[in-house]
């Protein structure tokens, strides 16, 4: 996997390859993803993970829309 960046972007801590659960926000909710390949910086802890992780967990989003949109079709009225 291809390093993103050298160093931490908040503290210029270290960021050690690994995987990890990463939690995402989607409006009120929270999601879970296990093993999320990602760099975590050895200082302050901080997750980072690549382009196209963040592609795969913005996809993951997109069932729970409609999924919303089912249950609370009202909210989408403006749009
Ligand atoms: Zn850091």
Known sequence: MDRLMDSCRFCGGYLEESTSMVKTHW???TIT?????????NTCGEVYV???MAKKIKALERPLDREE???KPY???KI
């Open 27 to 29: 409006r009120d909710r």
């Open 33 to 41: 993803i296990d093993n999320v390949n990602c760099w975590i910086c």
């Open 50 to 52: 690549s382009p196209d």
């Open 69 to 71: 949109f089912l249950i």
């Open 75 to 77: 909210l989408y009225k």
